[in-house]
T-cell receptor, first 115, second 114 residues
Framework: AQKVTQAQTEISVVEKEDVTLDCVYETRDTTYYLFWYKQPPSGELVFLIRRNSFDEQNEISGRYSWNFQKSTSSFNFTITASQVVDSAVYFCALTPSGGYNKLIFGAGTRLAVHP | DGGITQSPKYLFRKEGQNVTLSCEQNLNHDAMYWYRQDPGQGLRLIYYSQIVNDFQKGDIAEGYSVSREKKESFPLTVTSAQKNPTAFYLC?????????????FGPGTRLTVT
C-alpha cells in the first residue's frame, strides 16, 4: 500500500520560531519521488521540492530545509525563523516511479505563524 | 505569464444539476489532472489525461466526466450522480506523465451544491 502520513494536523508558532513538519510515507517501490507543496489561503498549491528515493542528501533553500531519511521512511520539512507569510497548509506527497504520475497526498499540516 | 487558470473561483449549483469546471493551461504540458479536496484532507485524484483525446480514471471518478479535445483544456463535469459534490476542485498539469515531473496547480474552484 502507498500512504503518506502527516501526523500534525495543526501547528501554531510565534514569528521567528523554527518549526518542523513531519512526513512519514509507506511504499513497497524501491524507486519513488517525494514532494512538498504549500497551500496558502488563496488555495493554489505551490510546489516546494521534489526528491527521488536515491538521493538522501538533505537540502536547504533559504529558510527552508528538508531531511530525507529512508531508514525511517520520513521526509521532514523545517522552516527556520518562521514568518507570518509562512502561514499555510503544507502537504507532503509521494509518487511511485512505475505507472503514471499519481501523487498520493498526506492530509496536510496547517501552520499558523503569529506575530 | 505561463500558468493554469480555473474558472470560476466560486460556483453554486442546485442539487440535480450538472456543472462544468474549466481548466486551461498555457505551459505546453502534455499531462493534466483533476483533484478533489475536502476539508482537513489531502487531495484525491479524479481523472488524468496524458495526451489529447485520452484520459483515465483516478481514485474517485464516479459521478464525474472529462474531455480532452485540446492540449490546453481539460474541463471537468460534475454530474448529478456525484453524491457529495461540494468540495474544492484543483486542476494540475505536468510536462509528461512520468513520476519525475512535478505537477503545477491552478487556483482551484470551490463548488457548493445545495
Amino acid at each position: 500500500a502507498q500512504k503518506v502520513t502527516q501526523a500534525q494536523t495543526e501547528i501554531s508558532v510565534v514569528e521567528k520560531e523554527d518549526v518542523t513538519l513531519d512526513c512519514v510515507y509507506e511504499t513497497r517501490d524501491t524507486t519513488y519521488y517525494l514532494f512538498w507543496y504549500k497551500q496558502p489561503p488563496s488555495g493554489e498549491l505551490v510546489f516546494l521540492i521534489r526528491r527521488n528515493s536515491f538521493d538522501e542528501q538533505n537540502e536547504i533553500s533559504g529558510r527552508y530545509s528538508w531531511n530525507f531519511q529512508k531508514s525511517t521512511s520520513s521526509f521532514n520539512f523545517t522552516i527556520t525563523a518562521s514568518q507570518v507569510v509562512d502561514s499555510a497548509v503544507y502537504f507532503c506527497a509521494l509518487t511511485p516511479s512505475g505507472g503514471y504520475n499519481k501523487l498520493i497526498f498526506g492530509a496536510g499540516t496547517r501552520l499558523a505563524v503569529h506575530p | 505569464d505561463g500558468g493554469i487558470t480555473q474558472s470560476p473561483k466560486y460556483l453554486f449549483r442546485k442539487e440535480g444539476q450538472n456543472v462544468t469546471l474549466s481548466c486551461e493551461q498555457n505551459l505546453n504540458h502534455d499531462a493534466m489532472y483533476w483533484y478533489r479536496q475536502d476539508p482537513g484532507q489531502g487531495l484525491r485524484l479524479i481523472y488524468y489525461s496524458q495526451i489529447v483525446n485520452d484520459f483515465q480514471k483516478g481514485d474517485i471518478a464516479e459521478g464525474y466526466s472529462v474531455s480532452r479535445e485540446k492540449k490546453e483544456s481539460f474541463p471537468l463535469t460534475v454530474t448529478s450522480a456525484q453524491k457529495n459534490p461540494t468540495a474544492f476542485y484543483l486542476c494540475a498539469s505536468s510536462l509528461g506523465i512520468a513520476a519525475s515531473y512535478e505537477q503545477y496547480f491552478g487556483p482551484g474552484t470551490r463548488l457548493t451544491v445545495t
